[in-house]
Nanobody
Framework: VQLQASGGGLVQAGGSLRLSCAASERTFSNYAVGWFRRVPGKLREFVAAINPSGLGARYADSVKGRTTISRDNAQNTVILQMTSLKTEDTAVYYC??????????????????WGPGTLVTVSS
């Protein structure tokens, strides 16, 4: 499955951003999806994950309460809505997917399919 993340850009601290992950696969509804981010010089970090059904959302503590992951399987899209953005949210954001069962949705090693990232820059 091919993935394409979009929606990144420059936003002020306290603002909001909506990232999209679009898939080429018609059976995308069968895939679990995770969002990860990477700051240069640091390890890739888990952000959020969602099950194929759209249920069972999971969030990193660093974004919990200000981030929502959702999906529209009819559109083969997963959305990451982030609010109250902080400068430390600045990173390249990646979406990843794989077929269940996924042993640990918060670990990037359990996803086989990745799209190119989209850069999010939060200014102070």
């Amino acid at each position: 499955v091919q993935l394409q993340a979009s929606g990144g850009g420059l936003v002020q601290a306290g603002g909001s951003l909506r990232l999209s992950c679009a898939a080429s696969e018609r059976t995308f509804s069968n895939y679990a999806v995770g969002w990860f981010r990477r700051v240069p010089g640091k390890l890739r970090e888990f952000v959020a994950a969602i099950n194929p059904s759209g249920l069972g959302a999971r969030y990193a503590d660093s974004v919990k309460g200000r981030t929502t992951i959702s999906r529209d399987n009819a559109q083969n899209t997963v959305i990451l809505q982030m609010t109250s953005l902080k400068t430390e949210d600045t990173a390249v954001y990646y979406c990843a997917a794989d077929l269940p069962p996924i042993r640990d949705r918060s670990r990037s090693m359990h996803y086989r399919y990745w799209g190119p990232g989209t850069l999010v820059t939060v200014s102070s």
